[in-house]
């Protein structure tokens, strides 16, 4: 039995395909629009001693307010590049942004450059295969992208003290992530854990930010480290500066928006009990290679 669909049909079809699908990437045609508007802003931007650092506040400063939405990442089935610019949580936002200051730099302002360096700075070894290969715990992220020699960790160069990192949440936790039902995943997951514990890590003590905040660049990566047990980082975003105090700038879960906080870093941790630091790490531009 044969079928013969009319042109209009298929139209109709097509724009009721809720995503844009590309080499097992995911993006809805707003996030695919956002995305291409972008990347044709981004193709103006005068690079005449711009630091990559400038182009990440630049960049991010464009995602203000920006609807905050978790879980963008975890949908059902095979691991797939998820692409969304219409809901960012703090680590979209900092991927998202981290990912377009990269090819900004180097001039490869296109969709599939897009996908490539996203994945490569989503994934260990840059390579997504299945959800155990993305970097769940930032602290692994920050690891790992240091290897791959797209950014430096400058914590304990900037006066850090040694950060007793050994995470288990997620492996003592399974029921709480849908795709840790395959206990090969939790395994592998554990195993990833177990690496971290086997590193040296250092963090800024929230009562000690206001005296290192001078050594602080706009632009540098800031992940605020937790005395939840388990849990390396609860919290990412960019270092801005104000008036010479430092603030930062991310999807915020308490205003739900991308946004950069009315209080200075020191003070915003200040205020949380759980948050007992920084991590302080600072993207590798082109003028550095």
């Given at each position: 039995m044969s079928f013969t669909f009319s042109k209009p049909f298929l139209m109709l079809v097509l724009l009721q395909v809720p995503f844009w699908v590309q080499a097992q990437s995911v993006c809805s045609p707003d996030s695919k629009a956002r995305l291409e508007a972008t990347l044709v802003r981004l193709s103006n931007v005068d690079l005449t001693n711009r630091s990559i650092n400038d182009l990440v506040v630049e960049i991010g400063s464009w995602f203000f307010e920006t609807p905050y939405v978790a879980k963008t990442l975890e949908l059902p089935g095979d691991e797939e590049l998820v692409i969304d610019l219409m809901g960012l949580d703090c680590t979209t936002f900092l991927e998202t942004t981290v990912a377009l200051s990269r090819i900004t730099e180097r001039g490869l302002l296109s969709m599939s450059a897009y996908e490539a360096e996203l994945e490569r700075i989503r994934y260990q070894n840059g390579i997504r295969n299945g959800y155990p290969s993305r970097l769940h715990y930032f602290s692994d992220w920050i690891f790992q992208n240091g290897e791959k020699g797209i950014l430096v960790d400058v914590t304990?160069?900037?006066?850090?003290?040694?950060?007793?990192?050994?995470?288990?949440?997620?492996?003592?936790?399974?029921?709480?992530?849908?795709?840790?039902?395959?206990?090969?995943?939790?395994?592998?997951?554990?195993?990833?854990?177990?690496?971290?514990s086997t590193r040296e890590y250092y963090y800024i003590p929230k009562e000690e930010i206001s005296t290192v905040e001078a050594k602080i660049k706009s632009g540098d990566l800031i992940a605020i480290t937790?005395?939840?047990?388990?849990?390396?980082?609860?919290?990412?975003?960019?270092?801005?500066?104000?008036?010479?105090r430092i603030h930062l700038l991310h999807a915020s879960t308490s205003s739900m928006r991308v946004e950069v906080s009315d209080k200075p870093l020191h003070d915003y941790l200040w205020g949380?009990?759980?948050?007992?630091?920084?991590?302080?790490?600072?993207?590798?531009?082109?003028?550095s290679q």
């Open positions: 304990k160069e900037i006066g850090g003290r040694r950060y007793a990192n050994a995470p288990f949440f997620m492996s003592s936790n399974p029921t709480l992530y849908t795709q840790l039902s395959n206990p090969a995943y939790v395994s592998l997951i554990r195993e990833a854990e177990a690496a971290i937790t005395a939840i047990a388990g849990l390396d980082v609860v919290h990412v975003g960019f270092a801005v500066n104000l008036a010479g949380n009990k759980s948050q007992t630091g920084i991590m302080v790490c600072r993207l590798i531009g082109q003028d």
